[in-house]
């Protein structure tokens, strides 16, 4: 029940659940802050899910189609998801190495190697991240980073570099435990350490509450 200033009596108000579905992927062109030419692809990941990868790669599709002179990808804000899917999206760039290396307690090492045919090497890209993008997300920015493929620009990410698993308990509960930690193909820890970006670029948040991206327009800026 609902209590509100003015009604005496509490009321009770139905509430109706329904599905909401959040796009993954998102794309559009857009124009270098001295230019009307929309001639940027801008495609922004906000999570790595299921249907990620087959988002994306329509995304792309439609980038190359408009023959783009850059592309900027957005993972701001992006808490990560899938490892798997984290590896496919960053092999768009990367080709014929790892995309992270993962490691035990033991300090033995297991690398992710790239798949596929990196159509998008050699393509002038800039990322965007924020103290938001988190583990996924930093394996694809830091991937793309250590091998100079990108731009990293914006706000050192989170720093979620550990791999968790559930370990049941006879009471029914359960215990996460860290087996394991991500580090960039260059050796890098990204657990409590984060991403550091080339270029950074300190937020306002006024900025953020009038619907601006600082981040965006210094990635537009950048691309005059």
Known sequence: KIIREGISEPFEVKIVRDKISIKSVEFSMKSASDSKQADIAYIKISHFNEDTLSNFSAAVNK?????????????????GGFLETAVDVAS?????????????????????????????????????????????????AGALQDYNLATVIGEKTFGKGSVQELQ???????????????FTPKGRSIEGEGIEPDIVVTVDRAKLDDGKDPVLERALELLK
């Open 92 to 140: 768009y760039w990367v080709a014929n190495n790892p995309v992270v290396l993962q490691q035990t307690h033991s300090e033995e090492r297991t690398e992710f190697p790239a798949r596929g045919k990196s159509p998008l090497k050699g393509q002038k890209t800039i990322v965007l991240v924020n103290a938001g993008s988190a583990s996924a997300s930093e394996i694809v």
């Open 168 to 182: 049941s308990l006879p009471d029914g509960s359960a215990v996460k435990i860290t087996v394991a930690k991500w």
């Open 63 to 79: 980038a190359l189609n408009e023959n783009p002179r850059a592309i900027i990808l957005d993972l701001q804000n992006n808490p």
